[in-house]
């Protein structure tokens, strides 16, 4: 519940996808406080599943809060979201620490699940810092886009695995 104190508390609006699996009370309903219901109705919404990529896509999202899988980096990069990286395990950490460090495009929250730190990068992400991961998100965009059109990095890689998949057919006698 530290997340969701932390997203209601920013005064953003926010998006919650929370797959029902996920949760580890089947009262879980019940134990939710009154000003979390009463904070939830006013700035967010919750849904067990959304289209992750047409979200994002769309003007209104100023970030994202994600787990820093490769694949919601990726599209997070691609529609230009500043994102807020809460690793879970693997590959994340190092996904986190690429977008917060070395990219710029948001913030790693490495190990801390704290309302207040929460509502801080939410802040930070939104408001203080806005302006700085807008540059940095709009350019890593950019340079994502052009490496899959036609010339581009991305595009050249495929084609040359094509090809080599391509010479590797053996006749068969």
Avoid at 9 to 32: A, M, T, Y
Avoid at 55 to 73: D, E, K, M, R
Avoid at 110 to 116: G, I, L, P, Q
Wanted: proline residues 3%; contains cysteine; aromatic residues 10%.
């Amino acid at each position: 519940m530290e997340f969701w104190y932390g997203l209601v508390n920013s005064g953003k609006r926010f998006l919650w996808v929370i797959r029902p699996d996920s949760l580890s009370s089947r009262d879980f309903e019940r134990q939710i406080p009154a000003e979390l219901r009463e904070g939830t109705r006013e700035t967010g919404y919750i849904v067990g599943w959304a289209p992750q990529v047409k979200i994002l896509a769309h003007s209104s999202v100023g970030g994202i809060l994600t787990h820093s899988g490769w694949n919601s980096t990726l599209e997070s990069m691609f529609e230009g979201v500043p994102m807020i990286c809460w690793p879970y395990f693997v590959d994340q950490h190092v996904n986190s620490r690429f977008v917060g460090e070395f990219w710029g495009l948001g913030l790693d929250m490495k190990d801390t699940c704290d309302r207040v730190v929460v509502e801080k990068m939410v802040r930070d992400l939104m408001e203080e810092r806005r302006n700085e991961f807008a540059r940095s998100t709009d350019r890593m965009a950019d340079l994502a886009r052009w490496s899959v059109r036609e010339g581009g990095s991305s595009y050249q890689n495929l084609d040359r695995l094509i090809e080599d998949i391509r010479s590797m057919s053996v006749s068969i006698t």
